[in-house]
Structures are given as structure tokens and as C-alpha cells.
């Protein structure tokens, strides 16, 4: 389906203008010729000649029935004015054929058995432009009296018109297995917006609809491919060599994949994926307290070892200078025993407790 552009439709006000003036027209007419019935009513036929009572007669049909019918039908071609604000698009069907699209703001006049088509009018998304709480449908606005009357109820039906503004749909958090097999729950933001209005309304059923489930589905599929941290022998881009690849870590690397992933699916209905973000990333409540447990434990291995080679360079340190100046001549075994106590000091989780040593080792 490709989409055809109205732009020489930009005439509704001049059309708007000479409605109202057939109106007027159409009134004018209307009451000469009530007034030309009531003259050929009130006189006798028997009074003048029948030829000349038909002629009256005809001249006030003659004004009456083309106003009396416009007045009936004149609203017809007022269905064929169209306001569009910026930032919106109307897709115009005649007879069930697509005829085209108007897109830029004005005020038009088209066929006024053109009838606009939408099918995702009625659907909303959550965090969108079209936001109403998750509720589909019609607002309704309630107004109950108290004295016990019928309450009085003023629906607003849904526009037709499809929004080309970016907007941002925000699906309910999920909950996915990683590469290793452990589930995490993540959500996304993802801004789009409409590109192609032709596709959009007649290549697929709902394309709001058809939008979400797509995020959902690209987001499992590359979700699937990272572990939550760095993980040893994990192939992440593809390319058979082992990376640093994780969704904690590559957030940035992550979102555009699933930005990409999400484009390539609903290229067919006409939408562009402007941007998409992780917006939540967690463990599942399942693990949570395990994997903490992990992350402490790691951390408590990455500082012990950082705090033993400090330790043992310190304890080097202190040997060389001893031996450069001759402070002390160490054997052996007095070097080991200062090499134990240095490294109880040093690595230790409490203050030393000095000892004062009187004897001699031997």
C-alpha cells in the first residue's frame, strides 16, 4: 500500500463561506415561496382565469421546492470540511477505496462521502500521547443529580485522526530468562511515531496493537542473548569469540539492538522507532537475595585480593630497604617470622594488638 499525499484540498474555508451563503439562499427562497402558497391559497379560482392561478401557483412552487430541498440536504456537503492541527494526519476512504491522506495543518474540503478511517482510535497505550489510564473506549462524563433524577452521560467518540507526534509507549515490566538461565525483569520506553499512514491503517489490524507486541517480542529476543553481569565464555555479538557483553554493564549497546530489533518488525506498518531505553533491570524477587549474596561475596574476593598484594608489596618494601642499609642482618627465619607478622597486620580485619617480645627467638 502506498500512501498518496492531499495537499490541493486546502479550500475549506471558501467552501464553507458559499455554503453558508446557499443557506441564506435556500432561506430566502423557502419563504417566498411559503409566502407565493399562501397568495395563490387565499384567492378563488372561480374569481380569476384558471391559466392564471396555475402560472402563481408554479412561481411559488418554484421557490419553494429547491429551498425546501436544500434546507434538507444542504448539511450533506458540510461532512466534507476537515480541520487538521499540526502534527496530525487524516486517511480518507470513498466507498471503501483509499483515495488518500491529508497530512499537513489547514482546513479542507473533500468528498463528503469520504469516510476517515482509523483502527486504532479506540486503543490506548500506556505513557502515550493518547494516555487515559489503560481504559479503552469513549471518555465518559457522569453528572448525577441528587434529588434522584436520570444521571446525564456526555460521551466523546474517539477522533479518527492519526497522530504523528513521537510518542512514547512504556509495556509493563517483564520477566525473562537470560543466557544462563536466570530470570531478570526489565521494561523499556520506547518512542515512535507514525511515518507512513497508508501502511499503518491497512497493513495490519491495529498497528498500536500490533506495535506493542512487537516490543514485547524483540525485547525477549535480545534479552535472551546478554547475562545480567559479566560472564566468562559468553559470545554475545555473534562472532564466536567470548566478550564482556551483559545487560548491567552494555545498557546502551543493549537498547539500540532492541531499538533496532523492534524497527526491523514494524517497518511494515509504517512506524519508525525514533529511540528505546531500558527503563528497569532486575533480578526477579525469586533470586534476588541470592544473587546479592553472589555480588557481596565477589566483591569481599575482590578487595581481599587487592588488600593481600598491597600487603605482600609492603612487606617487600620493607625487606629491600633493611638489606640496602644494613639496619639488620636477618636469617631465614627472622625473616619469615617479620614476613607473618607484617601480613597479620596488614590483612587483618581489627587493629593490632602490640606484643612486646623481651627474649630471643633461639
Request: aromatic share 6%.
Amino acid at each position: 500500500m502506498k500512501e498518496i499525499v492531499l495537499n490541493n484540498k486546502k479550500n475549506g474555508l471558501a467552501m464553507l463561506l458559499l455554503f453558508v451563503l446557499l443557506y441564506l439562499c435556500a432561506i430566502a427562497l423557502f419563504v417566498l415561496g411559503i409566502i407565493g402558497l399562501e397568495q395563490a391559497a387565499a384567492v378563488h379560482v372561480d374569481d380569476i382565469l384558471y391559466r392564471t392561478y396555475a402560472q402563481s401557483l408554479a412561481r411559488a412552487l418554484l421557490f419553494f421546492i429547491p429551498g425546501a430541498l436544500w434546507l434538507a440536504i444542504g448539511w450533506i456537503p458540510f461532512c466534507g470540511l476537515k480541520v487538521l492541527k499540526p502534527q496530525e494526519a487524516l486517511v480518507l476512504t470513498l466507498f471503501g477505496k483509499y483515495i488518500g491522506t491529508l497530512k499537513e495543518d489547514g482546513f479542507y474540503f473533500v468528498n463528503p462521502f469520504c469516510a476517515a478511517v482509523n483502527p486504532a482510535a479506540k486503543t490506548k497505550l500506556n505513557q502515550s500521547g493518547d494516555v487515559d489510564g489503560g481504559n479503552s473506549g469513549a471518555n465518559a462524563a457522569l453528572s448525577v443529580l441528587v434529588s434522584g433524577q436520570a444521571a446525564a452521560v456526555t460521551s466523546e467518540m474517539p477522533s479518527k485522526k492519526i497522530s504523528l507526534k513521537a510518542m512514547t509507549l512504556s509495556n509493563s515490566r517483564q520477566k525473562i530468562n537470560d543466557c544462563l538461565g536466570n530470570p531478570v525483569e526489565i521494561g523499556i520506553a520506547v518512542i515512535w511515531r507514525v511515518v507512513d499512514t497508508a501502511k499503518a491503517v491497512f497493513n495490519v489490524d491495529n498497528y498500536k496493537e500490533y506495535l506493542s507486541l512487537q516490543c514485547d517480542s524483540a525485547l525477549r529476543d535480545i534479552v535472551r542473548i546478554y547475562p545480567y553481569d559479566v560472564a566468562p565464555g559468553v559470545d554475545t555479538t555473534g562472532d564466536g569469540i567470548a566478550d564482556e557483553g551483559s545487560l548491567r554493564g552494555s545498557s546502551e549497546l543493549v537498547a539500540a539492538r532492541i531499538r533496532d530489533e523492534i524497527q526491523r518488525k514494524v517497518a511494515e506498518a509504517g512506524m519508525e522507532i525514533v529511540e528505546a531505553r531500558i527503563t528497569y533491570l532486575a533480578y526477579a524477587p525469586e533470586i534476588a537475595a541470592v544473587m546479592l549474596q553472589r555480588q557481596q561475596a565477589s566483591a569481599i574476593i575482590d578487595a581481599r585480593k587487592m588488600i593481600v598484594d598491597g600487603a605482600v608489596g609492603m612487606v617487600e618494601m620493607a625487606l629491600e630497604r633493611l638489606s640496602e642499609n644494613n639496619t639488620v642482618q636477618l636469617d631465614e627465619e627472622r625473616k619469615a617470622a617479620m614476613v607473618s607478622n607484617l601480613l597479620v597486620v596488614l590483612c587483618g580485619n581489627r587493629d593490632a594488638q602490640p606484643v612486646v617480645n623481651s627474649g630471643s627467638l633461639y
